[in-house]
């Protein structure tokens, strides 16, 4: 089974570090300059790491080294759990609960929007 990265393309900064390591291996003695000219020339138009890689199928370490390539489409992250979105239902419920319960007193009516207006002051909502 052939390797899936092998298909990816690769770019400039690739290219030089393969030049690079080419040329330590030159200097190391194991390719002459004539087999370097023809390698060099074969990265100059690879395009995809497989193209790359096979030029450096017969030599030891150093290789050209690659970059993990990114996913195109990365999974997506749940949001942290907020919770505001529950206490504001439940102030609504106890708001209708009071206003059932302590009806007999009309000053009532004079909470709810207090309530509301601090609530949305805390939050930094202003109106």
């Known amino acids: 089974?052939?390797?899936?990265?092998?298909?990816?393309?690769?770019?400039?900064?690739?290219?030089?570090?393969?030049?690079?390591?080419?040329?330590?291996?030159?200097?190391?003695?194991?390719?002459?300059?004539?087999?370097?000219g023809e390698r060099s020339a074969k990265i100059t138009i690879a395009k995809t790491r497989g193209e790359?890689?096979?030029?450096?199928?017969?030599?030891?370490?150093?290789?050209?080294?690659?970059?993990?390539?990114?996913?195109?489409?990365?999974?997506?992250?749940?949001?942290p759990a907020r919770w505001e979105g529950a206490v504001v239902p439940a102030v609504g419920v106890a708001v209708v609960i009071a206003f059932f319960v302590l009806v007999r007193n009309p000053l009532i009516f004079l909470l709810i929007p207090a309530v509301a207006i601090l609530w949305a002051q805390w939050n930094g909502r202003r109106r």
Do not use: N
């Open 52 to 79: 790359l890689m096979a030029l450096f199928h017969d030599l030891p370490d150093p290789r050209p080294q690659f970059a993990t390539p990114m996913p195109m489409f990365p999974e997506p992250t749940k949001p």
């Open 1 to 36: 089974m052939s390797d899936p990265s092998r298909d990816i393309r690769i770019g400039d900064t690739e290219r030089q570090q393969a030049l690079q390591v080419l040329g330590e291996h030159m200097s190391a003695g194991r390719i002459d300059v004539h087999e370097y």
